[in-house]
């Protein structure tokens, strides 16, 4: 399902315009974006959780030249889906 699909079925599914839909997708990406990158944790229950993780420095090896190189610490995003989700998508829904 693309971006369009999503708007149209949510649209349907709420009975807003595909407009107001796409403003909601809009919004929920914003906040999203500014909680991870504030370090805190997005739970919506049974469908997913979404998280700031900290990679930790590492000795990685450039695979052209063999040569070891130091990777920095950064932070990454994860995203752990909930027990509705998990069961569609194992085909129990």
């Known amino acids: ?3 369009t699909e999503l708007i149209t079925a949510l649209a349907q599914r709420s009975g807003v315009t595909q407009s107001d839909a796409d403003s ?10 500014d909680a991870v990158g504030r370090g805190e944790d997005v739970r919506l229950p049974g469908l997913m959780t979404v998280e700031r993780v900290e990679r930790a420095a590492r000795t990685g090896r450039n695979p052209r030249t ?8 950064s932070y990454g995003a994860k995203l752990t889906p909930g027990s509705k989700l998990k069961a569609a998508a194992s085909g129990k829904e």
């Open 24 to 33: 909601v997708i809009n919004a929920l990406g914003d906040v999203l974006v």
């Open 1 to 3: 399902m693309n971006r």
């Open 66 to 73: 063999g040569e070891t190189l130091e990777i920095a610490a």
